[in-house]
């Protein structure tokens, strides 16, 4: 049944052409609602095995070269279906109020989540890469058409970059298949590569696939990206796409080169702690919000990084639920960022937000970013803090070192994220201008139920993470990588 | 009436004498008439066809100047079936670019008849003799319906062409001479053992490979083919990047490597470092082009590179499985046709944006997704499309070609890799300066893709998905054919 999350979405954005512009964003709510609904009934179902990839379609499609159309579900693709369908719903209606061409949006944003599905439900190298190389292109329509600030310089460096890595993944997908045989990835990961072979494609494999996760020194397409993206592409992106690349690294690289990933994850976990503490101390300095947001995703992607290349059950499950948790939380920081405060104010530099006292005009916006900053401190409660010290546990066995600098590099995340609070929201003083609150739209009824969603997910994945971690760590656990 | 494929090569010609005999009023309409003619017969000839068995089919045979062995031998395989497809499908695609005038009409329907013949023939004297026939109308249409610089580019065309025929045929002499025989099946059964013995295979092998590697183009030998392109009208672009360069890549699978399995072998490193260069430098040139047309051009030789690089890889690695060599060879005959297919795309797009706006350079353009998204929509799908993009026709045949390659030449694939990437950086910068940014002052009163040309342009890019998602019906034309000629090879 999870496999109709791909037909219904991609279905829906062919529909979409064919109606009167007036439903158009009604069925992309319909759509990415059946989605997500398709996956929360999937989670609730006590039958299906989590702690195994297990097949659930396989059709030959070019017998010829062993290519099957195979798509298959454990805990991890399970998790990451759940945070696609949770912030393709919020996407949508944090992009209400889009007229213009709003087919074209609609459609391009479907494709995107449609695509996304695809990857994580993949069980053919082949089929996987085919959806992964799909993502970009709407991606791509999606910033450089509806996007904002320097939007086609961004496009194109997001584009390029992922080309980038496109490319390198091209290369070890066919180092693979003509060493091991086939593209069907459960037969893959019983097959012993050459401990030579696994030593040169593990690295081009994961880092081609971590271009997309974010990962110092290739990340600088993410800050542009997110910033010339529309709020929906920013919203995808930090909540969808850069998991694509996280996850795949785990799935193709880690799962099937254990040896390879034995000998490269320590270079790899100093470029995590770069990338986390680096781009926090970056983020520290700009003045625009929207940077500001996108260098914290680079951070914390870097959490997801560090703990894939802890090795163990801890780091790596907690690396997933960084996933979930980021997908959600960026997405909210993005919606605030993007919708309520970009939208209404036509600005994002901080300085120029300090001055408009915004938490009277918008407190529904200033309640929001409140949460988001605090769950993206990693405030214990929510769910950043439960998948940050899950990743640091499973640190701290591998890495001792590794953590004392994440644990400093924290405390710059906090404090990026309570200057950028502080400036666009609580700058002002309060009894002198309370009066002279700028006169702005209020937040409408779709960014509040957007909003709402995010925040008790994020809010219900940290009171009780177990309801994910149960799922996840088992199929963790069955990686090779491990054994 | 199918039995006869001879027919095929009379219906272009018997077009040509109506348009010059019949002077009609619309040329265009006449052309289509009989493309659509031909195109129906290829059909009748695919229905006949029996994909499961190897060998010739349709075979005709008679004598013709039995004192030099040249015989009218006609025959058809998986490939030589693919390419009259292709040509089939490539010459209305050409004609429906532009109005043309009733002289370039009937020289198209030459060059038309040529390459069927090309692909049909199994003697050598008259595949030689359909070989030049297609040059002398591309001259011509180069020539006299060129745009500016065509004289010299008619002749470099013509001159590069020509040497490279004149090597070809000295080197087939020297093997008549030796061998009796001009036929291409008894030939191809003493290449095992050595076709000619001595220094003077080297040279007859260093005559068929320079005649060829000029049409295909392999750099170096590619100079002549930006100012071709450039300066063609748009209906022969399409035709001689679509259609024409297969005739170069259709002699190395048919007479060289059947002919020189050992050679090649032992040549292979050599060949194989041209031919990265070509698919790694083409692209960088194409991107320093501001002329479309010319960065297209660029681009075409970097397309056809893949087709070689898979072909030199299955004749050179003696190490690999068979079931390896089948693919890389599948792949190569599915870029044959998919680069056909989509490179003319290209130069119909380019077309269309000449049409609008007269001139073609890449800053002559820019915001047309504002004023003709369809355009720009269509067009993007062409351009990843060739850049090889999963799910489009591209991606699969180059998948099998590195796929081929990477087990027999890593390291030339690993650099070959690079290409694909300079590809997308080229087509990348293309659509961004094209069809974003604001809109520029020229493009304000751009129509979007009128009725006409969807209808051309709906069906072309319906069969690049097609080919892209489910490429086993086309892979069901030549498997046979690969699995013969993989035999014959190894």
Same mark, same amino acid.
């Given at each position: 049944?999870?496999?109709?999350?791909?037909?219904?979405?991609?279905?829906?954005?062919?529909?979409?052409?064919?109606?009167?512009?007036?439903?158009?964003?009604?069925?992309?709510?319909?759509?990415?609602?059946?989605?997500?609904?398709?996956?929360?009934?999937?989670?609730?179902?006590?039958?299906?095995?989590?702690?195994?990839?297990?097949?659930?379609?396989?059709?030959?499609?070019?017998?010829?070269?062993?290519?099957?159309?195979?798509?298959?579900?454990?805990?991890?693709?399970?998790?990451?279906?759940?945070?696609?369908?949770?912030?393709?719903?919020?996407?949508?209606?944090?992009?209400?109020?889009?007229?213009?061409?709003?087919?074209?949006?609609?459609?391009?944003?479907?494709?995107?989540?449609?695509?996304?599905?695809?990857?994580?439900?993949?069980?053919?190298?082949?089929?996987?890469?085919?959806?992964?190389?799909?993502?970009?292109?709407?991606?791509?329509?999606?910033?450089?058409?509806?996007?904002?600030?320097?939007?086609?310089?961004?496009?194109?460096?997001?584009?390029?970059?992922?080309?980038?890595?496109?490319?390198?993944?091209?290369?070890?997908?066919?180092?693979?298949?003509?060493?091991?045989?086939?593209?069907?990835?459960?037969?893959?990961?019983?097959?012993?590569?050459?401990?030579? !072979?696994?030593?040169?494609? &593990?690295?081009?494999?994961?880092?081609? @696939? /971590? #271009?997309? =996760?974010? %990962?110092?020194?290739?990340?600088?397409?993410?800050?542009?990206?997110?910033?010339?993206?529309?709020?929906?592409?920013?919203?995808?992106?930090?909540?969808?796409?850069?998991?694509?690349?996280?996850?795949?690294?785990?799935?193709?690289?880690?799962? !099937?080169?254990?040896?390879? &990933?034995?000998?490269?994850?320590?270079? @790899? /976990? #100093?470029? =995590?702690? %770069?990338?986390?503490?680096?781009?926090?101390?970056?983020?520290?300095?700009?003045?625009?919000?929207?940077?500001?947001?996108?260098?914290?995703?680079?951070?914390?992607?870097?959490?997801?990084?560090?703990?894939?290349?802890?090795?163990?059950?801890?780091?790596?499950?907690?690396?997933?639920l960084q996933m979930f948790s980021h997908g959600v939380i960026g997405a909210l920081l993005f919606a605030v960022a993007g919708t309520m405060i970009y939208r209404r104010t036509h600005t994002r530099d901080l300085d120029a937000l300090a001055a408009m006292n915004l938490r009277r005009a918008l407190p529904f916006a200033a309640f929001t970013f409140v949460v988001a900053s605090a769950?993206?401190?990693?405030?214990?409660?929510?769910?950043?803090?439960?998948?940050?010290?899950?990743?640091?546990?499973?640190?701290?066995?591998?890495?001792?070192?590794?953590?004392?600098?994440?644990?400093?590099?924290?405390?710059?995340?906090?404090?990026?994220?309570?200057?950028?609070?502080?400036?666009?929201?609580?700058?002002?003083?309060?009894?002198?201008?309370?009066?002279?609150?700028?006169?702005?739209?209020?937040?409408?009824?779709?960014?509040?139920?957007?909003?709402?969603?995010?925040?008790?997910?994020?809010?219900?994945?940290?009171?009780?993470?177990?309801?994910?971690?149960?799922?996840?760590?088992?199929?963790?656990?069955?990686?090779?990588?491990?054994? | 009436?199918?039995?006869?494929?001879?027919?095929?090569?009379?219906?272009?010609?018997?077009?040509?004498?109506?348009?010059?005999?019949?002077?009609?009023?619309?040329?265009?309409?006449?052309?289509?008439?009989?493309?659509?003619?031909?195109?129906?017969?290829?059909?009748?000839?695919?229905?006949?066809?029996?994909?499961?068995?190897?060998?010739?089919?349709?075979?005709?045979?008679?004598?013709?100047?039995?004192?030099?062995?040249?015989?009218?031998?006609?025959?058809?395989?998986?490939?030589?079936?693919?390419?009259?497809?292709?040509?089939?499908?490539?010459?209305?695609?050409?004609?429906?670019?532009?109005?043309?005038?009733?002289?370039?009409?009937?020289?198209?329907?030459?060059?038309?008849?040529?390459?069927?013949?090309?692909?049909?023939?199994?003697?050598?004297?008259?595949?030689?003799?359909?070989?030049?026939?297609?040059?002398?109308?591309?001259?011509?249409?180069?020539?006299?319906?060129?745009?500016?610089?065509?004289?010299?580019?008619?002749?470099?065309?013509?001159?590069?062409?020509?040497?490279?025929?004149?090597?070809?045929?000295?080197?087939?002499?020297?093997?008549?001479?030796?061998?009796?025989?001009?036929?291409f099946e008894t030939l191809a059964r003493f290449g095992k053992s050595g076709l000619i013995a001595g220094n003077l295979r080297w040279w007859v092998f260093a005559g068929i490979f320079l005649g060829l590697a000029v049409k295909v183009p392999l750099f170096p030998f590619h100079t002549w083919l930006p100012d071709a392109y450039q300066t063609a009208p748009t209906g022969v672009s399409m035709v001689l990047t679509g259609a024409l360069s297969k005739m170069g890549v259709y002699g190395f699978i048919r007479l060289l490597v059947p002919l020189f399995p050992n050679e090649i072998k032992i040549a292979a490193p050599w060949l194989l470092t041209l031919v990265v260069c070509s698919i790694v430098f083409?692209?960088?040139?194409?991107?320093?082009?501001?002329?479309?047309?010319?960065?297209?051009?660029?681009?075409?030789?970097?397309?056809?590179?893949?087709?070689?690089?898979?072909?030199?890889?299955?004749?050179?690695?003696?190490?690999?499985?068979?079931?390896?060599?089948?693919?890389?060879?599948?792949?190569?005959?599915?870029?044959?046709?998919?680069?056909?297919?989509?490179?003319?795309?290209?130069?119909?797009?380019?077309?269309?944006?000449?049409?609008?706006?007269?001139?073609?350079?890449?800053?002559?353009?820019?915001?047309?997704?504002?004023?003709?998204?369809?355009?720009?929509?269509?067009?993007?799908?062409?351009?990843?499309?060739?850049?090889?993009?999963?799910?489009?026709?591209?991606?699969?045949?180059?998948?099998?070609?590195?796929?081929?390659?990477?087990?027999?030449?890593?390291?030339?694939?690993?650099?070959?890799?690079?290409?694909?990437?300079?590809?997308?950086?080229?087509?990348?910068?293309?659509?961004?300066?094209?069809?974003?940014?604001?809109?520029?002052?020229?493009?304000?009163?751009?129509?979007?893709?009128?009725?006409?040309?969807?209808?051309?342009?709906?069906?072309?890019?319906?069969?690049?998905?097609?080919?892209?998602?489910?490429?086993?019906?086309?892979?069901?034309?030549?498997?046979?054919?690969?699995?013969?000629?993989?035999?014959?090879?190894?």
């Amino acid at each position: 049944m999870i496999a109709w999350t791909i037909y219904l979405t991609l279905g829906g954005a062919v529909v979409l052409f064919f109606l009167p512009r007036a439903f158009v964003r009604w069925i992309a709510l319909a759509t990415t609602v059946s989605g997500f609904a398709i996956g929360l009934a999937t989670f609730c179902r006590p039958d299906v095995d989590f702690a195994h990839f297990t097949t659930i379609v396989r059709v030959p499609w070019i017998p010829a070269l062993g290519m099957n159309y195979q798509l298959a579900l454990d805990g991890i693709s399970l998790t990451l279906i759940l945070v696609t369908g949770l912030a393709a719903i919020c996407a949508v209606l944090f992009s209400w109020d889009v007229n213009e061409r709003a087919k074209e949006f609609f459609f391009w944003l479907l494709m995107v989540v449609g695509g996304s599905y695809g990857v994580f439900l993949s069980a053919d190298l082949f089929l996987l890469f085919l959806f992964y190389e799909l993502v970009i292109v709407p991606k791509y329509f999606l910033i450089a058409i509806f996007g904002s600030t320097n939007k086609e310089y961004g496009a194109m460096k997001l584009t390029l970059y992922s080309f980038f890595g496109g490319a390198l993944v091209f290369l070890g997908i066919i180092a693979i298949y003509v060493s091991g045989g086939s593209f069907d990835l459960s037969q893959l990961s019983q097959f012993q590569f050459s401990s030579q !072979l696994q030593g040169w494609v &593990f690295p081009i494999l994961f880092l081609g @696939f /971590a #271009v997309l =996760a974010g %990962i110092w020194p290739l990340h600088t397409w993410a800050p542009t990206g997110h910033v010339a993206a529309p709020t929906a592409g920013s919203m995808l992106l930090a909540g969808i796409v850069m998991k694509l690349g996280a996850y795949a690294a785990l799935r193709v690289a880690m799962n !099937l080169l254990p040896q390879g &990933f034995q000998m490269w994850r320590n270079s @790899f /976990a #100093v470029f =995590a702690v %770069i990338g986390i503490v680096y781009a926090a101390a970056v983020a520290l300095r700009q003045q625009d919000l929207k940077f500001v947001i996108g260098y914290s995703s680079v951070s914390h992607m870097g959490f997801v990084l560090l703990g894939l290349a802890t090795a163990n059950v801890f780091g790596v499950s907690g690396a997933v639920l960084q996933m979930f948790s980021h997908g959600v939380i960026g997405a909210l920081l993005f919606a605030v960022a993007g919708t309520m405060i970009y939208r209404r104010t036509h600005t994002r530099d901080l300085d120029a937000l300090a001055a408009m006292n915004l938490r009277r005009a918008l407190p529904f916006a200033a309640f929001t970013f409140v949460v988001a900053s605090a769950a993206s401190m990693g405030i214990p409660g929510f769910s950043g803090f439960a998948a940050e010290i899950t990743i640091l546990i499973g640190a701290w066995k591998t890495y001792p070192l590794a953590v004392w600098i994440v644990g400093a590099g924290m405390v710059l995340v906090a404090a990026f994220t309570l200057r950028a609070l502080k400036r666009s929201f609580f700058d002002v003083d309060l009894t002198a201008t309370s009066a002279s609150a700028p006169e702005m739209e209020p937040i409408t009824i779709p960014e509040k139920i957007g909003a709402s969603l995010l925040m008790v997910a994020t809010l219900a994945v940290g009171l009780y993470p177990r309801i994910l971690l149960d799922r996840i760590q088992p199929a963790v656990e069955a990686m090779r990588f491990l054994k | 009436m199918v039995n006869v494929i001879g027919i095929l090569i009379l219906i272009p010609v018997a077009g040509a004498i109506v348009l010059y005999v019949g002077h009609p009023k619309n040329p265009r309409v006449v052309a289509f008439i009989f493309n659509a003619l031909s195109a129906f017969y290829a059909l009748m000839i695919w229905q006949k066809f029996d994909a499961t068995t190897p060998g010739l089919q349709l075979v005709e045979r008679h004598a013709w100047i039995p004192s030099i062995g040249a015989e009218y031998f006609v025959g058809i395989d998986g490939l030589s079936l693919l390419l009259v497809l292709l040509t089939s499908l490539v010459f209305p695609f050409a004609f429906s670019a532009q109005r043309l005038e009733r002289g370039a009409c009937a020289l198209m329907l030459v060059m038309q008849a040529a390459l069927y013949g090309t692909f049909i023939a199994q003697n050598f004297v008259l595949w030689f003799l359909f070989y030049e026939m297609s040059l002398v109308p591309a001259f011509l249409l180069i020539k006299i319906y060129g745009g500016e610089n065509r004289d010299y580019a008619a002749v470099k065309f013509f001159l590069y062409t020509f040497l490279g025929s004149v090597a070809m045929l000295l080197a087939f002499l020297g093997i008549y001479l030796t061998r009796g025989s001009f036929d291409f099946e008894t030939l191809a059964r003493f290449g095992k053992s050595g076709l000619i013995a001595g220094n003077l295979r080297w040279w007859v092998f260093a005559g068929i490979f320079l005649g060829l590697a000029v049409k295909v183009p392999l750099f170096p030998f590619h100079t002549w083919l930006p100012d071709a392109y450039q300066t063609a009208p748009t209906g022969v672009s399409m035709v001689l990047t679509g259609a024409l360069s297969k005739m170069g890549v259709y002699g190395f699978i048919r007479l060289l490597v059947p002919l020189f399995p050992n050679e090649i072998k032992i040549a292979a490193p050599w060949l194989l470092t041209l031919v990265v260069c070509s698919i790694v430098f083409a692209p960088l040139a194409a991107w320093a082009q501001r002329d479309l047309k010319r960065m297209v051009a660029y681009l075409s030789i970097n397309h056809l590179g893949y087709c070689l690089l898979g072909l030199f890889v299955i004749a050179a690695g003696s190490t690999s499985s068979l079931i390896d060599k089948q693919a890389a060879f599948s792949g190569v005959f599915l870029q044959i046709f998919n680069h056909g297919l989509t490179a003319a795309a290209l130069f119909y797009f380019v077309g269309l944006l000449e049409q609008r706006r007269g001139l073609r350079g890449i800053d002559d353009f820019g915001g047309m997704m504002e004023r003709a998204p369809l355009l720009c929509g269509w067009m993007s799908v062409a351009m990843f499309s060739s850049l090889g993009l999963p799910g489009l026709n591209g991606f699969i045949g180059e998948f099998l070609i590195f796929k081929g390659s990477f087990a027999v030449a890593a390291s030339f694939t690993a650099v070959a890799v690079i290409g694909l990437l300079f590809t997308a950086v080229t087509f990348m910068r293309a659509m961004q300066s094209l069809f974003s940014g604001p809109l520029s002052e020229n493009c304000a009163t751009f129509p979007d893709l009128l009725l006409n040309e969807k209808l051309v342009v709906v069906p072309v890019t319906l069969l690049m998905f097609a080919i892209g998602l489910n490429p086993q019906f086309m892979f069901n034309i030549f498997n046979v054919t690969v699995v013969q000629m993989t035999r014959l090879f190894s």
